[in-house]
């Protein structure tokens, strides 16, 4: 998917895109094997998983020490529970095309998240 990040200074075209093989290639031949650390737009990772807006929802409304745990561990289960949905969706999708073993993967994905939620300990309970 090609998207242009409105985040880049005005005037710069920076496209965010799944890079091929053949590029790839090139890319390690330029840099003699090294990885690239100079990017002329920022971070393609930055611009794919928007870290900076994602620190940016972290907005405390005390000074009480546990208010930043407790607003990223809810922050993150709301993120464990879209993943669920998205995964569910794709079951049914599935499902009504008649694709009842394909539907199987994204369940399976689904009930692996919905034990992440558990917690570590939950697995060793019992």
């Not at 208010?67 to 995964?87: A, D, N």
Request: proline residues 4%.
């Amino acid at each position: 998917m090609d998207r242009t990040d409105p985040r880049q200074a005005a005037g710069a075209t920076a496209t965010l895109r799944s890079s091929n093989a053949a590029e790839r290639e090139s890319r390690a031949v330029a840099n003699a094997g090294e990885p690239t650390l100079e990017f002329a737009h920022g971070l393609p990772y930055e611009a794919y998983v928007h870290a900076g807006t994602l620190h940016s929802l972290q907005q405390t409304l005390s000074d009480d020490a546990g208010e930043m745990s407790f607003l990223m561990v809810s922050q993150i289960m709301e993120l464990y529970f879209k993943l669920t949905c998205f995964e569910l969706r794709e079951a049914r999708r599935l499902l009504r095309q008649d694709e009842v073993w394909d539907a199987l993967v994204p369940l399976g994905r689904a009930a692996m998240t919905i034990e992440g939620l558990n917690g570590p300990g939950a697995a060793c309970a019992g």
